[in-house]
T-cell receptor, first 113, second 111 residues
Framework: DAGVTQSPTHLIKTRGQQVTLRCSPI?????VSWYQQVLGQGPQFIFQ???????GRGNFPDRFSARQFPNYSSELNVNALLLGDSALYLC????????????FGQGTRLTVV | RKEVEQDPGPFNVPEGATVAFNCTYS??????FFWYRQDCRKEPKLLMS???SGNEDGRFTAQLNRASQYISLLIRDSKLSDSATYLC????????????FGKGTTLSVSS
């Protein structure tokens, strides 16, 4: 069975540009969450989606948005990129919302120059 | 106070050593607890869930003390392949929808 897949794996963007990151959860998993991990820190929660609805949002500016599709895949969009947005963006898949185990994709490493 | 706090280390130990990591969390309403392992520039991978009764998986033992809001991970007979960053993770932020990660503790096992 395929695990969580994210695309692209690496990305370089210029300040002010927009970026879209994609995630496909494990088959049968209905919840997708997004996390940002900057160097030397643990992942920070950005969004959770379950059954195509936003169920939680972390302390990130409105430049960050996301959505979940009927097939449970998800996209994370970041507008007006800043140098500080450079990070590893991780997608986590879980069976349902709630305190279940989450499994991460390999991440998208975004560099903003 | 940070929501999840860990000693960042690094912990440098020889093969065969026993090493313990500690973690504290601030939200007494937190519901579930985990240890994740993260290799350099890779994604976090679930190592084990942590139960109130304590649980063991081979060389790894995890314990939870809800009264003290304290979580621990013990690694016995360390292997070179155990070298990684170990993340203490708590489920349940104020909205109850997210995993909250500590900064991680770095372990380096040498021969």
């Amino acid at each position: 069975d395929a695990g969580v897949t994210q695309s692209p794996t690496h990305l370089i963007k210029t300040r002010g540009q927009q970026v879209t990151l994609r995630c496909s959860p494990i088959s049968g998993h209905k919840s997708v969450s997004w996390y940002q991990q900057v160097l030397g820190q643990g992942p920070q929660f950005i969004f959770q989606y379950y059954e195509k609805e936003e169920r939680g949002r972390g302390n990130f500016p409105d430049r960050f948005s996301a959505r979940q599709f009927p097939n449970y895949s998800s996209e994370l969009n970041v507008n007006a990129l800043l140098l500080g947005d450079s990070a590893l963006y991780l997608c986590a898949s879980s069976l349902q919302t709630g305190s279940t185990e989450a499994f991460f994709g390999q991440g998208t490493r975004l560099t903003v120059v | 106070r940070k929501e999840v706090e860990q000693d960042p280390g690094p912990f440098n130990v020889p093969e065969g050593a026993t090493v313990a990591f500690n973690c504290t969390y601030s939200n007494s309403a937190s519901q579930s607890f985990f240890w994740y392992r993260q290799d350099c520039r890779k994604e976090p991978k679930l190592l084990m869930s942590v139960y109130s009764s304590g649980n063991e998986d081979g060389r790894f033992t995890a314990q939870l003390n809800r009264a003290s809001q304290y979580i621990s991970l013990l690694i016995r007979d360390s292997k070179l392949s155990d070298s990684a960053t170990y993340l203490c993770v708590v489920w349940g932020n104020q909205a109850g929808t997210a995993l909250i990660f500590g900064k991680g503790t770095t372990l380096s096992v040498s021969s």
